[in-house]
């Protein structure tokens, strides 16, 4: 593959994880990646990567869900399930970087509007924020906001001095 990007890695880790038995439907997916990596990546990003893993023969489609193929089973089959998620990521990008893609394969990915549905299903399953995530989330945009002020008025922020 020519270039690997972060979510090709997510989408592939998610796969593995959601069809162990049968081939996982898009809810079941975007439910893995979630448990991988709770800030989930763009609809945009996830059909990208959908569509450069399945014409690189990665992924395939059988019936209404999605499964690896035996040559993307066949590249992680010698990554580690234990350590770090990060550590993961990084073995399965050097795989895929010296993955050789072979024959043209047809891009396989999910109707933008099911993945979209998919990802509001999963956000509205989830429990509303504590006051204590408020609060911190609050906090988090008025950083943001400051350092984007800074920026674009060119001041730097001023070093702290210790006594």
């Not at 990007?5 to 439907?25: C, E, F, G, M, N």
């Not at 299903?121 to 995530?133: F, G, N, Q, V």
């Not at 984007?148 to 210790?162: I, S």
Request: glycine share 6%.
């Amino acid at each position: 593959m020519q270039q690997i990007h972060d979510a090709d890695v997510l989408l592939l880790q998610a796969i593995t994880l959601a069809s162990k038995r049968k081939p996982a439907v898009i809810d079941e997916i975007v439910v893995a990646v979630a448990m991988i990596q709770p800030q989930l990546p763009s609809e945009s990003k996830l059909l990208g990567a959908f569509a450069r893993l399945s014409s690189h023969g990665l992924i395939v489609a059988q019936g209404d869900g999605y499964t690896l193929s035996v040559d993307a089973e066949r590249l992680l089959a010698g990554t580690s399930k234990k350590g770090d998620t990060n550590e993961q990521a990084y073995r399965i990008k050097e795989k895929l970087a010296s993955f050789d893609t072979g024959t043209d394969h047809p891009e396989v990915q999910p109707a933008a509007l099911d993945l979209s549905k998919a990802i509001i299903a999963w956000r509205a399953s989830l429990p509303a924020p504590t006051k204590t995530e408020k609060f911190e989330a609050r906090k988090e945009k008025e950083r943001e906001i400051a350092r984007a002020n800074n920026k674009q008025f060119g001041r730097p922020g001023r070093p702290r001095t210790t006594h």
